[in-house]
């Protein structure tokens, strides 16, 4: 290639490693996005924002058992955050909402029977809008959502529905757990991607209400909360979630800026004592996933970060070269000038 | 640079552009693949014009509208259990038996009683020690020798549970023993039937054995010409036969009668086959029983009669076979031989029917053994009530003098206070101690009524049925002592119905109303059930969130304690357009749906999802009729799931059908 030889080596070799360092830092920064765009779980603010211009923020609260965190306990913590943003004066659109929550309870395992067979499956007992939040893919019917009439209604994963009917298709159909009778809503596809893949422990799943009219799972503690609330200033929905959703002993999670540059630095600097745990919550299997991805990009931020350094660096080094030169050659000519005029 | 170096490179550029132009050519020709394979997939459905009927499910237990608790005020043991869940009783049956005596808390009570006593008496007796109270003291020791003698009289009339039982099983034994006999006695007159269908079948054979020779006969000429005295031989042949039977059936009666006299006399029971062995049977009997007896002497001129009868028989038909055999000529051998063969059919056929009768006859003679059976089953069976009715007129008149002994006791009662008395008026006595008395005094007093009371309202040794009903819970067993706070068995009357309810939030049950059919969820009960909603009230668990529905439930086969699944709700409603629960997005700004829209580009048709805001007017499990943003049924397609998260204006590829 004759264009690059007559480029000087000194210039050619940190050329090149500039370029290279470019685009490794061009990977790990869409590597980064794609970790953000993999887990829809992690996504409802852009979900709930929609068309508007409104800024909103997604929140999740992890309790430990020993909170007691009841389903009772969210009615009242929805009252208090009502109140507040009538105080800030953040009202909705009529016939909108300001803010969507939903809750978890993890049950453990329990056997069903269906008309397959009998399995046990994991049940989550589910409060709010958790398939919003969790918009797994539906394989047949529809999802179960809190404002409905009836709540002895259940949706099952694919493995449940397998083991249970031995088919998919069987929303309408009724699982039997203990004495109780559930119809399925609808069934869902697991989330296929590769941190969700690797939290998942295989084990079906039945998503159930919390407050099923059966009373099988009601006194079960909530176990994650989640909303998407207005954030017309950034970090305003954490600090308010701070403020008035009652001091549990739980960890807080700002789901949307998770994977921003400042919360992956954190990510990074705790990445050696992450695995240290100094309370007794339980993460869900969706957390476990994020978690992963949030290592994954923590991981990648220097190599996102410092590789657009060298470059700049270079240039700098370039233009003080070329700098100095410059001055050389014209403290020559003033040298000449005055010399011989 | 030389012509051919110029040459060379103008060839590499053309062919660069080449290969450039053909991979740009196959992209274009499959850029709407390439395109269509990173869109999110969806499925889509029309809106539709249809009904949304939310209905509200539960289940719940049927409780009986007539369901009597059986219980008893005090503890008792169980000695009989005589029903079974799923039995029908009627008022006045027993269901249980319980032991004689006085309950648990009688005798524990009477225990107090009698424990105060005693310690009154002591107190008594030391207060009395330091004064002149002869006559009291006199009138007590009468009193208490009172008591102790009606105790012992009492004691001698004592019936024990053991007792009752053993007479009950006694009862029991004969009663079973009663229908042992009469089953004999239907075996016997089976057996009979049978026997005597085969002496008329054997009658038969006989008549037409008979038939045939007389045919036969006259073939070979024996009913004219030289068979006039043949004919004359069996017209008296058949005469004598015929004395023969009724000889033997009188001679049969007289046997019968010897036979009785015979079990009275030896043990030994010979069967009674042939002649021969009655004559030696005979024989065997008169050198036990007096020769001369009179008794023996009809059965004798009997034997002697059939004897003489069988003789003259065997004469006539040695007349006829030689009025036969004289007749016989070489012509008619042959009818003769058929003849002589159907003779012989006759006689085995008699044979057999003679020895029919005689079974049937030993038929008869234990069907009477069998009657007999039952009379005496019968008699020892009203015997053995009458001993139980004994013991229990015994036991009444125990409790009469146990009742009695109450009139001695409250004499000497009587007496103590009386004493009592006197000792107040002495004065000798310290207050302290007279308080102590008259404390002990008022607990006899309060333990005397308590016994009355509880005497009042015991129960006998039977429970019955307070209503008619079928059985459905029996909690105790034979040996387990009742508790007055359980019931021992519930009897319900399943033609006042069940109810069953279950709770419901505030908002579920402002859409039902009383009066309200309900529909059932199990559906193997079928069109059987029917159930109305009879009530709506606060739930006492939840009163201000939840409240109970109440249903009638009636119908076929149903028992309390069935689990049953109801459904009710609103009346189904049209709306103009109703699309799949998952249809149906909400936002910041509210709810919303995406419909499909198709735009044709030059190499096939492009899809995009188009948000429609819209207004949810009503939605029950499956379906949510919406309104606005100008869907209309039949002509919307709104997008039901997708593969990916899917946003506004999106590109989507449709699921493939």
């Not at chain 1, 609808?186 to 296929?192: F, I, S, T």
């Not at chain 2, 049978?194 to 054995?209: H, I, L, M, P, S």
């Amino acid at each position: 290639m004759p264009f690059f030889k007559r480029i000087p080596l000194k210039i050619l070799i940190p050329s090149a490693v500039c370029v290279l360092a470019l685009l490794v830092s061009l990977f790990s920064f869409l590597s980064v996005s794609a970790d953000k765009g993999t887990l829809p779980a992690q996504d409802a603010a852009a979900r709930w924002r929609g068309e508007s211009d409104e800024r909103f923020t997604q929140v999740s609260v992890f309790l430990p058992e020993s909170a007691a965190f009841t389903p009772e306990k969210v009615y009242d913590f929805r009252a208090a955050l009502e109140a507040r943003f009538l105080s800030e004066s953040i009202e909705a659109e009529e016939g909108a909402s300001l803010y969507k929550d939903a809750f978890a309870a993890l049950c453990g395992a329990m056997t069903a029977k269906g008309d397959y067979g009998s399995s046990p499956v994991e049940v989550y007992a589910l409060g709010g809008d958790w398939f919003f939040f969790h918009p797994l893919p539906l394989a047949s019917g529809g999802y179960i959502r809190d404002d409905e009439l009836m709540h002895d209604r259940v949706v099952l994963d694919t493995v449940a529905a397998w083991q249970l009917f031995g088919a998919t298709d069987v929303a309408g159909r009724t699982v039997v757990i203990g004495d109780a009778d559930y119809i399925v809503a609808g069934v869902v596809e697991r989330e296929a991607d590769r941190y969700s893949e690797k939290a998942d422990d295989g084990s079906a799943r039945l998503y159930a209400y919390a407050d099923a009219p059966t009373g099988l799972i009601q006194d079960k503690p909530v176990a994650c909360y989640e909303i998407v609330l207005p954030d017309p200033v950034s970090g305003f929905g954490r600090k308010l979630m701070e403020d008035v959703f009652p001091k549990t002993g739980g960890e807080l999670v700002e789901n949307s800026t998770r994977y921003d540059i400042p919360a992956l630095w954190e990510v990074l600097k705790s990445f050696s004592s992450r695995t240290i745990r100094k309370n007794d919550v339980t993460y869900p299997y969706w957390e476990n996933a994020a978690r992963l991805s949030e290592n994954h990009a923590a991981r990648l931020l220097p190599f996102w970060l410092v590789p657009p350094l060298l470059p700049l660096a270079f240039l700098v080094t370039l233009g003080v070269v070329f700098a100095n030169k410059g001055v050389k050659k014209v403290a020559e000519k003033i040298k000449r000038y005055r010399e011989f005029g | 640079m030389t012509t051919e170096e110029k040459t060379n490179k103008r060839g590499w550029v053309k062919n660069a552009a080449i290969i450039f132009l053909a991979v740009m050519l196959v992209l274009t020709l499959f850029s709407n693949t390439i395109m269509n394979a990173s869109l999110p997939e969806v499925a889509q459905q029309t809106v539709q014009n249809g009904t949304i009927s939310a209905k509200i499910r539960g289940s719940g237990t049927l409780e009986s509208n007539g369901a009597y608790e059986v219980t008893l005020k005090q503890s008792y043991k169980v000695t009989g259990v005589n029903v079974r869940v799923g039995d029908t009783v009627e008022v006045g049956d027993t269901l249980f038996t319980l032991e004689s005596g006085e309950s648990t808390e009688l005798s524990s009570v009477r225990k107090e009683l009698d424990d105060a006593r005693l310690q009154y008496q002591i107190d008594l007796v030391n207060a009395a020690a330091s004064g002149d109270y002869t006559t009291e003291q006199k009138n007590i020791e009468r009193a208490q020798k009172d008591l102790e003698d009606a105790t012992a009289d009492s004691r001698e009339l004592l019936v024990t549970q053991e007792e009752l039982n053993a007479a009950q099983a006694a009862i029991d034994e004969a009663e079973q023993g009663v229908e042992n006999a009469k089953q004999s006695v239907k075996d016997a007159e089976t057996r009979i039937d049978q026997a005597q269908e085969r002496v008329d079948k054997q009658q038969e054979a006989v008549n037409e054995a008979k038939e045939k020779t007389d045919q036969y006969a006259a073939d070979v000429g024996y009913s004219g010409g030289g068979g006039g005295s043949y004919a004359g031989l069996y017209a008296s042949l058949e005469s004598k036969q015929e004395e023969l039977r009724a000889t033997r059936i009188a001679y049969a009666a007289e046997l019968e009668q010897l036979d009785a006299l015979a079990r009275e006399e030896a043990a030994k029971d010979m069967p009674l086959v042939t002649e021969d062995e009655v004559l030696r049977y005979m024989q065997a009997i008169a050198i036990r029983i007096d020769p001369t007896d009179t008794a023996l002497a009809p059965l004798k001129e009997a034997y002697n009669a059939i004897k003489m009868l069988e003789d003259e028989i065997d004469s006539l038909n040695g007349q006829i076979s030689d009025i036969i055999d004289s007749d016989m000529s070489s012509s008619n051998y042959a009818s003769k031989k058929k003849y002589d063969e159907a003779k012989e059919a006759q006689k085995a056929e008699e044979k057999k029917l003679k020895d029919e009768e005689k079974a049937l006859a030993r038929e008869k003679k234990s069907l009477e053994e069998a009657e007999k059976a039952v009379t005496e089953a019968e008699t020892k069976v009203t015997e053995k009530k009458k001993d139980l009715e004994d013991l229990k007129a015994k036991e009444k008149q125990y409790k009469e003098s146990v009742r009695g002994l109450r009139d001695y006791e409250d004499k000497l009662d009587a007496a103590n206070f009386a004493l009592e008395e006197k000792i107040r008026e002495s004065s000798k006595e310290s207050q302290i101690d007279q308080l102590k008395l008259e404390s002990q005094r008022k607990d006899i007093e309060r333990l005397q009524a308590r016994v009355a009371e509880l005497e009042k309202e015991a129960s006998g040794t039977e429970v019955k049925a307070p209503q008619a009903g079928v059985v459905t819970a029996v909690s105790v067993k034979t040996g387990s002592e009742t508790s007055p706070s359980e019931a021992l068995a519930v009897i319900e009357a399943p033609d006042l119905g069940y109810t069953m309810s279950f709770s419901v939030t505030n908002e579920q049950a402002r859409r039902v109303t009383v009066g309200d059919e309900a529909e059932m969820s199990n559906t193997w009960w079928g069109p059987q059930l029917s159930a109305t909603l009879k009530q709506i009230k606060p739930d006492p668990q939840n009163p201000r969130t939840n409240r109970l529905l109440v249903f009638e439930v009636k119908g076929e086969d149903l028992t309390a304690g069935t689990n049953v699944s109801l459904s009710i709700g609103q009346k189904s409603q049209n709306y103009d357009a109703v699309v799949p629960n998952s249809a149906v997005r909400t936002d910041n700004k509210g709810s919303f749906v995406l419909v499909v829209e198709a735009k044709t580009v030059p190499l096939g048709t492009r899809y995009t999802a188009r948000r429609v805001d819209v207004n949810v007017l009503a939605s029950d499990d499956t379906n949510t009729a919406i309104a606005g943003g100008g869907v209309s049924a039949w002509n919307t397609w709104v997008i039901t799931s997708s593969s990916k998260p899917l946003e506004p204006g999106m590109n989507v590829r449709l699921t493939e059908k």
